[in-house]
T-cell receptor, first 113, second 111 residues
């Protein structure tokens, strides 16, 4: 049983570009959350998707957007990249949107130059 | 607002000694509290959680945590530390619309 998978593992972009990160949830999970973890900090909640809709959102600008597909996989899109967007982006899945325990993927390391 | 604090950036212990990683919380209502561990270049791994019930929660890899309502704490403990326990540990609280994480505590276990 595969856990949460994310792609790519690493990514280098330049300021102003756009990036798309992908996540496949753990089998049996239908809810996906995205987090940003800057170096030396704890993860910060970006948003959560359930039934293909954004259900909750943290304190992130509209440059951060997402999507969930019918197979429960998800994408995180970031437009107009800033140097400060450099971070580890973590995807987490859970069995239902009110579930307590989230299971995390290995993350995508994004570097913006 | 829901939040957690990890007062120690770094904890050092000798292998075989007991370890404690501290966490305090601030919530309105009943807290849903979690501990996660992160190894280098890896995502977060779930260790244990407190939702309700017994104040002593047992989790993965021999870890346990004690929920103390009067002190608003949820400290992570292990009776005998292993070198392989060296990692970054995060305390988290489930808020209404998201999950709030502490800044993390780096645990180093020396042989």
């Amino acid at each position: 049983d595969a856990g949460v998978t994310q792609s790519p593992t690493h990514l280098i972009k330049t300021r102003g570009q756009q990036v798309t990160l992908r996540c496949s949830p753990k089998s049996g999970h239908d809810t996906v959350s995205w987090y940003q973890q800057a170096l030396g900090q704890g993860p910060q909640f970006i948003f959560q998707y359930y039934e293909e809709e954004e259900r909750q959102r943290g304190n992130f600008p509209d440059r951060f957007s997402g999507h969930q597909f019918p197979n429960y996989s998800s994408e995180l899109n970031v437009n107009a990249l800033l140097l400060g967007d450099s971070a580890l982006y973590l995807c987490a899945s859970s069995p239902r949107w009110l579930a307590e325990t989230q299971y995390f993927g290995p993350g995508t390391r994004l570097l913006v130059l | 607002a829901q939040s957690v604090a990890q007062p120690e950036d770094q904890v050092n212990v000798a292998e075989g000694n007991p370890l404690t990683v501290k966490c305090t919380y601030s919530v309105s209502g009943n807290p849903y509290l979690f501990w996660y561990v992160q190894y280098p270049n890896r995502g977060l791994q779930f260790l244990l959680k407190y939702i309700t019930g017994d104040n002593l929660v047992k989790g993965s890899y021999g870890f346990e945590a004690e929920f103390n309502k009067s002190q608003t704490s949820f400290h992570l403990k292990k009776p005998s530390a292993l070198v392989s326990d060296s990692a970054l540990y995060f305390c988290a609280v489930r808020a209404i619309n998201d999950m709030r994480f502490g800044a993390g505590t780096r645990l180093t276990v020396k042989p």
